[in-house]
């Protein structure tokens, strides 16, 4: 049990995290929403019909696609592009998907290698590209959620004000889902491109994130190994 | 056990994100589609 435990702490971690951050929204998304009802008049809803309605469930969808979309650009531009020095990069001159020795692939798999890499043909074709596909299949369906969601709160909005409601094709070149979708995206591009550029220059002794504390600094990840 | 091995921690923890992911997207879609 205390094997387990230490084994998955990372995972374990985030997930208790998640689990406290996604009940603290709910109860503060909760209180907020009871709070605009009644100044427009209108009775407060329960906890339970609160965490089932498209108010809670878009602010959720609307920041789980931008986290995603930085996970899939990030797995994506690292393939391709360097950053010198950056524990998060490849070296320069390993830009490119790698070959089959690199990669273990092909005449190179070993009898430990995962199935679909043993089997050959499309089905390691897929498998060298599942992280990129599931985090890009993640994002769009979340960003499509953060759509469904946005129209039907911009709808219970135009009802209360006595405006028409609009469609989904209208909703989604509407300033409210741009502005929802671009201000996660921002943070988000801010957080990677300043990981990338301080991680040449600043070390966290014993982080899996950081170069070795006295690696020098024009070292990038592969080359610190 | 070899600290190379898999484990069932391993596999349980690769599933029970994907599980939270699988059913937060499906709410999040059902629900709005469902007009709430």
Redo the contacts between chains.
């Keep these: 049990m205390r094997r ?1 435990l230490r ?2 702490g990372l ?2 971690f985030f ?1 208790a995290l ?1 689990a406290l951050a996604l009940a603290g929204q709910s109860i503060a998304g909760f209180f907020r929403n009871n709070s605009e009802l009644l100044d427009h008049g209108m009775p407060a809803i329960g906890f339970g019909e609160f965490v ?3 108010d809670f ?2 602010d ?2 609307e920041n ?1 696609q931008s986290e995603f979309l930085q996970f899939f650009l990030f797995i994506a531009a690292t393939i391709w592009l360097v950053q010198r020095g950056s524990p998060e990069s490849k070296k320069p001159g390993d830009e490119g998907p790698g070959d089959d020795a690199d990669q273990r692939i092909g005449a190179h798999a070993d009898p430990r290698s995962p199935r679909w890499v043993r089997v050959g043909g499309w089905r390691t074709v897929v498998y060298g590209n599942s992280l990129l596909i599931v985090m890009g299949a ?1 994002f769009l ?2 960003w ?3 759509s ?2 946005g ?2 709160v911009m709808n219970e909005e135009n009802a209360m004000h006595g405006t028409a409601a609009i469609t989904w094709l209208d909703y989604v070149v509407s300033p409210d889902f741009w502005d929802r979708t671009l201000q996660n995206w921002q943070s988000e591009f801010l957080a990677v491109g300043s990981m990338v550029a301080f991680s040449i220059y600043l070390r966290q002794r014993g982080s899996a994130e950081s170069k070795p504390v006295g690696v020098p600094h024009h070292v990038s990840a592969l080359e610190s190994e | 056990m070899p600290v190379d091995e898999e ?4 596999r ?2 690769f599933w ?2 994907m599980t ?2 699988i059913v ?2 499906a ?3 059902l ?3 469902s ?2």
Excluded: E, K, Y
């Design positions: 387990a084994d998955n995972s374990l997930l998640f089932t309605s498209s469930l878009v959720v969808a789980w993640i369906l979340s499509l959620a953060q469904l969601g129209l039907v | 484990t069932a921690g391993m349980s923890m029970t994100w939270i992911i937060g997207l709410a999040m879609i629900v709005p589609l007009g709430r």
